[in-house]
T-cell receptor, first 113, second 110 residues
Framework: GAGVSQSPSNKVTEKGKDVELRCDPISGHTALYWYRQSLGQGLEFLIYFQGNSAPDKSGLPSDRFSAERTGGSVSTLTIQRTQQEDSAVYLC???????????FGDGTRLSIL | GQNIDQPTEMTATEGAIVQINCTYQTSGFNGLFWYQQHAGEAPTFLSYNVLDGLEEKGRFSSFLSRSKGYSYLLLKELQMKDSASYLCAVRDRGNNRLAFGKGNQVVVIP
């Protein structure tokens, strides 16, 4: 597709369950980023991938959060043993390179009951 | 680390001009981005400044002063569709991450 694609668009799950969020970046973009946006808050950086380099995981809030990027393209963000404070919109972005503008997907709205 | 500060909300009249300010502190500045975000939608890229001065792009202009740690986004000839949150984001040279401010909500009224 032409833009960054994220799935699912909405996810409701019970506390304690694991969830997996998917991001398809723009074709040819080497950098991929995950952010979290809570109501009324700014975007909180979680992790980024650049080419074959080791990802910058310094924004992940706890060891329940992990992310992978397979084949330099699709990425999945996994949250284990979800908590209510994990409820937020999870946004993925990609860019041609690290110093280029980031293009965002529409996000996954995650609600933990 | 980085510290990004933006005012939270402003109201302006259709056809008017509005200026949205952003101040930042960073240990190694490497560019400033402005994004527009409509409610419930993804942020979309508006402008990028890495050198001091004004970048003009149609009705939107962005200004940067690195010595003052300050940027503004100028919206001219406001239209109703400009009602959105405007996010300032700063990249740090040390880690290439983007740090976002909380955004400034602009409400355009007839």
């Amino acid at each position: 597709g032409a833009g960054v694609s994220q799935s699912p668009s909405n996810k409701v799950t019970e506390k304690g369950k694991d969830v997996e969020l998917r991001c398809d970046p723009i074709s040819g973009h080497t950098a991929l980023y995950w952010y979290r946006q809570s109501l009324g808050q700014g975007l909180e950086f979680l992790i980024y991938f650049q080419g074959n380099s080791a990802p910058d995981k310094s924004g992940l809030p706890s060891d329940r959060f992990s992310a992978e990027r397979t084949g330099g393209s699709v990425s999945t963000l996994t949250i284990q043993r979800t908590q209510q404070e994990d409820s937020a919109v999870y946004l993925c972005a990609s860019s041609l390179a690290l110093n280029q503008p980031q293009h965002f997907g529409d996000g996954t709205r995650l609600s933990i009951l | 680390g980085q510290n990004i500060d933006q005012p939270t909300e402003m109201t302006a009249t259709e056809g008017a001009i509005v200026q949205i300010n952003c101040t930042y502190q960073t240990s190694g500045f490497n560019g400033l981005f402005w994004y527009q975000q409509h409610a419930g939608e993804a942020p979309t890229f508006l402008s990028y400044n890495v050198l001091d001065g004004l970048e003009e792009k149609g009705r939107f202009s962005s200004f940067l002063s690195r010595s003052k740690g300050y940027s503004y986004l100028l919206l001219k000839e406001l239209q109703m569709k400009d009602s959105a949150s405007y996010l300032c984001a700063v990249r740090d040279r040390g880690n290439n991450r983007l740090a976002f401010g909380k955004g400034n909500q602009v409400v355009v009224i007839p």
